[in-house]
């Protein structure tokens, strides 16, 4: 399978980030039911089910190029995104190893690993980087071993090291984040990071997903959907930029809810990392418009009732309440309010034109 | 959870003593085995006598080239089972499956220094240790207690390290380690591995030294999460009985039987797969159930808890 790259879209200032039909029809929508509540929806990262956005371990799409261009863009701007501790050095080799080998098997069209023992070529045609290395030396790669390989990845990563029965935030690549701050959580333990998160502590599911994750083993990732919206497509929306985009939430009218608004879904997979015995976690962001999600039909429906139902604490929490309720009318009127079935699948192959 | 399992042939097979055999595995397929850290163990699955055996060995080594894997074997006396197998039957050039590399003792790597005491085999995790500890430059110390007769093969397995760091004691009382853990700078992290009375031992003594717990660590192979006793569930709605045998989970059983059992993280954690128990008690291994819930044995989680009756009745 060959991808279409869209290397010149932006994910800022003039916003041409969009979605093919394809693209739209390959979303993970979140939503099985007609109503969301936190819950540990965790389950093996195994390709098949509901969505080809699972069908590899890393998903690579039609916004590869433009995310990576996206990411040096920030990364130039504040270096502080990427941060690995010292004493993940092994984790950082496990990241680059687990990358490459993923991305050359799920993708041989556009990614290349030839191994001699410990000397190592690697080539990514989408972004035209060839470099041959030595494996477990970082002297001979141009950037540390994890910035290196998640500069050429979609999605952020973090690095959790497991010790005292606990998981550390201890090093990460973040760029495209839904309002966290790597620098502001890194060495933090599982329930520190996740302090700011409304009902789910009550309900305990930390406490069970930590248990879980302390045994997550080699060989056996896992994987969990996670949503919030955004304004515009636009992939950093950090902390640290929160005056950039924290006024676009006032932008939203009646005339370009449908257009503005998107859903962000980030598909979390989570692989326990052989040599250094960390867990790599990946956030890897999707953006869809509102618009274009209605044109599925069993999406706009559903959809439309989530966020009409919504707990008003996980709206605040998420940041909808200024603009939930446009969203909401908007999306009514796809809405007939007949029984939908349980299930993510768009049940449909194509979309209508645009309205 | 479906078990990944690679296909490894014996490059050699050397015997070190009337009682220890090393093993070099490299893939059948020619490729390359999987990568694995210090403190990793591999599961062999051997079958012998019509019975699956899955015994766990420490990788001595993990070399960053990912061209073999190496273990040794010490035959247990009496053994019916793998390691007499292992050092009568296995020649060079057998093919033999495994599991994944999975690691219940990695090492700490914030720690400043590390200190290590084995006993007899139990030096194997360690050989893997002091490799990574070498390659990082983080300072190390073994105490390594063994027979009298052993002596030999271990220090030849220490040899290259200075005397400094290497510590082998036989037929001696651990006594002597309260010197050593005794003066270890802050920062250090303690691992012991052998047999149980000298972990206890140790683990009592640093302990009893002021060690604060989460820097003592000892080996585990785990795995009592994994099968148990045999029994038979039986499906109310369906009428079907179902023999869960002591290597498979309930969940994979009811699946195999051919009935969709409702199921997520296959992990004991997102409470997917409860379902309610109409007679019988369960052995509650998940770690979704509160206390009360757990107490009243009113549910039981497929993915990963048995039965502690012969016979369990599940609402199904």
Same mark, same amino acid.
């Not at chain 1, 309002?179 to 305990?204: C, E, N, Y």
């Not at chain 2, 990788?59 to 006396?77: E, K, N, Q």
């Not at chain 2, 053994?79 to 090492?107: C, T, Y």
């Not at chain 2, 009811?254 to 969709?260: C, H, L, N, R, T």
């Given at each position: ?9 932006? =994910? ?22 007609? +109503? ?5 929806n ?18 690579v ?16 701007q @504040? ?6 501790l010292?004493?993940?050095?092994a ?14 098997t ?19 045609r989408?972004?035209?980087?060839? @470099?041959?290395?030595? =494996?477990?030396? +970082? +002297?001979?790669l ?14 952020? =990563? ?5 010790r ?15 309002d ?5 959580d890194?060495g933090m ?6 302090g ?10 930390f ?9 997550l083993?080699y ?16 992939l ?5 930029n ?5 006024? @676009?939430?006032?932008?939203?009218t ?16 989570? =692989? ?16 869809c ?12 429906k ?24 446009l969203?909401?009318?908007?999306l +009514?009127?796809?809405d ?10 768009p049940r ?7 309205r | 959870m479906?078990?990944?399992t690679? %296909? ?14 090393? /093993? ?18 591999? %599961?062999l ?16 080594a ?6 073999? /894997? ?9 053994s019916?089972g793998?390691?007499?197998f ?7 050039g ?17 720690a400043? %220094? ?8 139990g030096?194997t995790?360690?050989l893997s240790?002091i490799a990574? /500890? ?16 052993e ?17 082998v ?8 380690l ?18 149980a009375?000298?972990?206890d031992a ?37 009428g079907?009985e ?11 059983a ?25 007679e ?7 770690? /979704? ?12 989680m ?8 012969p016979?369990i009745?599940?609402d199904?």
């Amino acid at each position: 399978m060959s991808i279409q790259f869209k290397p010149e879209e932006t =994910f800022r200032d003039d916003f041409t980030y969009s979605n093919s039909d394809a693209a739209v029809l390959r979303f993970p929508f979140p939503f099985p039911e007609d +109503a969301y509540m936190y819950s540990v929806n965790i389950e093996p990262h195994v390709p098949g089910g509901a969505c080809p956005a699972y069908d590899n371990p890393f998903d690579v799409d039609e916004h590869y190029v433009a995310e990576c261009r996206e990411r040096a863009k920030v990364l130039e701007q @504040d270096p502080s995104r990427c941060k690995v501790l010292p004493h993940m050095l092994a984790a950082e080799w496990d990241t680059l190893e687990l990358l490459m080998e993923s991305l050359a098997t799920s993708y041989p069209g556009a990614f290349t690993l030839a191994r001699a023992g410990t000397d190592w070529t690697w080539e990514n045609r989408p972004l035209g980087i060839a @470099d041959r290395f030595t =494996f477990g030396d +970082a +002297a001979t790669l141009p950037l540390p071993p994890f910035e290196y390989i998640t500069r050429q990845a979609q999605g952020d =990563f973090t690095l959790q090291d497991q010790r005292e029965d606990n998981l550390f935030i201890d090093g990460g690549m973040v760029t495209t984040q839904a309002d966290w701050s790597l620098d502001f959580d890194v060495g933090m333990t599982f329930h520190q990071w996740h302090g700011p998160v409304p009902l789910a502590h009550q309900k305990g599911v930390f406490d069970r997903a930590l248990k879980y994750l302390l045994r997550l083993q080699y060989g056996h990732p896992v994987r969990r959907l996670n949503w919030t919206m955004t304004i515009n497509p636009r992939l950093d929306t950090s902390p640290e930029n929160y005056p950039h985009w924290g006024p @676009d939430r006032t932008t939203v009218t009646a005339e370009n809810v449908g257009r503005k608004v998107h859903l962000r879904v980030e598909l979390q997979s989570l =692989f326990r990392l052989p040599r250094s015995n960390a867990i790599l976690f990946g956030i890897r962001c999707y953006l869809c418009s509102i618009e274009d999600l209605a044109r599925v039909d069993v999406w706009g429906k559903r959809l439309h009732r989530v966020l009409r139902d919504i707990h008003p604490d996980i709206a605040d929490y998420k940041g909808l309440t200024r603009y939930r309720e446009l969203a909401v009318e908007y999306l +009514a009127r796809f809405d007939d309010g007949a029984p939908l079935p349980a299930g993510t699948a768009p049940r449909q192959s194509t979309l209508p034109p645009k309205r | 959870m479906t078990a990944v399992t690679v %296909r490894l042939r014996v490059a050699a097979a050397v015997r070190l003593s009337p009682s220890l055999r090393t /093993f070099t595995f490299e893939a059948a397929d020619g490729g390359l085995v999987p990568p694995s850290g210090p403190g990793a163990h591999l %599961r062999l699955f051997l079958h012998l006598g019509g019975r699956l055996h899955r015994n766990a060995y420490s990788l001595v080594a993990s070399p960053d080239d990912r061209s073999h /894997f190496s273990i040794i074997v010490r035959r247990v006396a009496a053994s019916k089972g793998g390691s007499a197998f292992l050092h009568e039957q296995v020649r060079e050039g057998d093919v033999i499956a495994a599991g994944l590399p999975a690691n219940l003792f990695p090492v700490v790597r914030t720690a400043h %220094r590390h200190l290590m005491v084995s006993g007899g085999i139990g030096l194997t995790p360690f050989l893997s240790y002091i490799a990574a /500890f070498e390659a990082a430059g983080t300072p190390w110390e073994l105490h390594h207690f063994c027979r009298v007769d052993e002596r030999a093969v271990f220090e030849a397995l220490l040899a290259g390290h200075p005397a400094a760091r290497v510590h082998v004691h036989s037929g001696g009382a651990i006594g002597v380690l309260a010197e050593a853990l005794g003066r270890q700078p802050l920062g250090t992290h303690f691992y012991t591995c052998g047999p149980a009375p000298l972990m206890d031992a140790a683990m009592e003594l640093a302990v009893a030294l002021g060690w604060p717990k989460a820097r003592l660590h000892a080996e585990s192979f785990g795995g009592a999460a994994e099968g148990g006793a045999p029994f038979v569930a039986v499906l109310r709605r369906s009428g079907l009985e179902i023999a869960v045998g002591p290597e498979t989970s309930l969940l994979d059983a009811i699946e195999a039987a051919g009935v969709e059992a409702p199921c997520l993280c296959r992990g004991g954690a997102c409470g997917q797969c409860l379902i309610e128990v109409a007679e019988g008690v369960p052995e509650h291994r998940d770690h /979704f159930l509160d206390d009360e819930d757990r107490a009243s044995n009113r549910f039981i989680m497929t993915c990963v808890s048995r039965s502690t009756t012969p016979r369990i009745v599940l609402d199904l």
